[in-house]
């Protein structure tokens, strides 16, 4: 079974922080210091809401895709916001049968360091450059512990058991 997951990743203190914000977000541990905020419906909608009707119309007019580009400009906002004085990275990774897709952006001190990157160039700079503990680990496979087109949902539901 394949999976599809978008999420952001950072340092625990400072996901928790976006609850404020973002009722909806839940913070889960990925590995070492690294945590995780999967988008779940719920989150998705609050990210999207930021733009405004007028800006999700515009972006989303004649096209009927997933994720919409309306909610792809709203996460690039909020991960230069919520990266003010932090480290934000967000992922959408996902696999199905032999086709398998990764793509992140990173933002640190509200500027983006590096877009439309391969996840691992992303955790690596996060490791490298930005002095993310990882735990001694490859996260990008734990990325894909929880399978389906639900991974997001997954991710949150466990936090909540433990």
Known sequence: MGYELIAFLGRKPDLAKWRAALPSAVVCPLGGEVSLVPVTAALYGEIRKRLGSLDIERLDRGRNV??????????????????????????????????????????????????????????????????FDLGGQDLEPELGRHRGENAAEKWALEAFDR
């Not at 933002?107 to 877009?115: D, F, H, P, R």
């Open 66 to 131: 997933f994720p919409a580009p309306s909610f792809e400009e709203a996460a690039r906002r909020w991960g230069r916001e919520a990266s003010a004085d932090s480290v934000v990275a967000y992922v959408s990774v996902g696999e199905f049968g032999n086709d398998s897709h990764d793509e992140a952006w990173l933002w640190s001190k509200g500027s983006a360091t590096l877009e439309r990157a391969a996840v691992g160039a992303v955790l690596a700079h996060m490791r490298d450059h930005l002095g």
